[in-house]
């Protein structure tokens, strides 16, 4: 066994908020095999991206106190948007620079080009940008029951021994070249049989707003989503088929550069 001061420093957050679930199953499945500092939104933070937020109040840090299993171990709950916390927590809550940044576990799948919407995603990227390879981990969950404060309560043992099996695997062996985070999703309904494919992200959206019914301008109104019909088209290697139809768990390798090779197009304007 390693002793503590052998452990890689792994930050942990999330967008769901400090009190989420899903948050707790990552902290137990990892902290057996890191030394962990756990700094999160204090509230739920779905669909921030890489988003700041502003105001008086906003970088507020709380020290809190987490069970996990027989330990009680300290944590952080900052006034922020996801990325937010990863920031606050590397400059102000670490003298040592974190080995990795894992962020979920999330309710709520980020696949095809949900990712930049995702909290999830968000704080995983602005890991990347302080120099931290990073993980994200989701759940599917219903569309209907994500963005909430009301979480479910689930079973999360399977999830914890995969998430557990691909720490180990990217502590020892680390990321492959050009390859700064990795997207990882769940589908509904795992055990620790359920088979892990290396995916591609699919170029689509998983889920479509719906064009809402004649209505007043001048009232708040929530677009309302659904699955994409769309999806039926895509490739096996892709992320959400993966998820959605073979009920397998998806690995997404991604960096932050979001250029594209155009050879010489661009000479051809005046």
């Known amino acids: 066994m390693l002793k503590a001061k052998d452990k890689p420093l792994i930050l942990i957050t999330n967008d769901d908020g400090i009190n989420s679930p899903g948050l707790k199953a990552l902290a137990e499945a990892i902290n057996p095999i890191c030394n962990l500092l756990i700094a999160a939104p204090m509230e739920?933070?779905?669909?921030?991206?890489?988003?700041?937020?502003?105001?008086?109040?906003?970088?507020?840090?709380?020290?809190?106190?987490?069970?996990?299993?027989?330990?009680?171990?300290?944590?952080?709950?900052?006034?922020?948007?996801?990325?937010?916390?990863?920031?606050?927590?590397?400059?102000?809550?670490?003298?040592?620079?974190?080995?990795?940044?894992?962020?979920?576990?999330?309710?709520?799948?980020?696949?095809?080009?949900?990712f930049t919407c995702s909290g999830t995603l968000g704080a995983a990227f602005e890991a990347d940008s302080l120099g931290i390879p990073a993980v994200a981990f989701s759940r599917a969950f219903p569309f209907n029951k994500q963005k909430s404060n009301n979480f479910s309560?689930?079973?999360?043992?399977?999830?914890?021994?995969?998430?557990?099996?691909?720490?180990?695997?990217?502590?020892?062996?680390?990321?492959?070249?050009?390859?700064?985070?990795?997207?990882?999703?769940?589908?509904?309904?795992?055990?620790?049989?359920?088979?892990?494919?290396?995916?591609?992200?699919?170029?689509?959206?998983?889920?479509?707003?719906?064009?809402p019914e004649d209505r007043n301008f001048s009232k708040g109104h929530s677009l309302k989503w659904k699955l994409n019909p769309e999806i039926e088209k895509l490739k096996k290697d892709t992320d959400i088929y993966a998820v959605h139809f073979d009920k397998i768990i998806s690995i997404t390798p991604l960096n932050s550069r979001m250029s594209v090779d155009t050879d010489n197009y661009y000479q051809k304007w005046s």
């Open 44 to 114: 739920q933070q779905t669909g921030m991206g890489r988003g700041f937020l502003k105001g008086d109040e906003v970088g507020i840090i709380e020290k809190k106190n987490i069970q996990l299993n027989d330990q009680i171990v300290e944590a952080y709950a900052v006034n922020s948007s996801p990325a937010q916390a990863v920031a606050h927590a590397v400059l102000e809550l670490t003298d040592k620079k974190p080995d990795y940044c894992i962020s979920g576990v999330n309710y709520g799948e980020n696949l095809g080009l949900a």
């Open 153 to 211: 309560s689930l079973d999360w043992e399977a999830e914890k021994y995969h998430i557990r099996n691909i720490i180990k695997n990217i502590t020892a062996n680390g990321f492959p070249q050009d390859v700064r985070i990795l997207n990882v999703n769940f589908p509904i309904d795992i055990d620790q049989e359920t088979k892990v494919r290396i995916t591609r992200q699919a170029y689509m959206n998983y889920a479509q707003y719906m064009k």
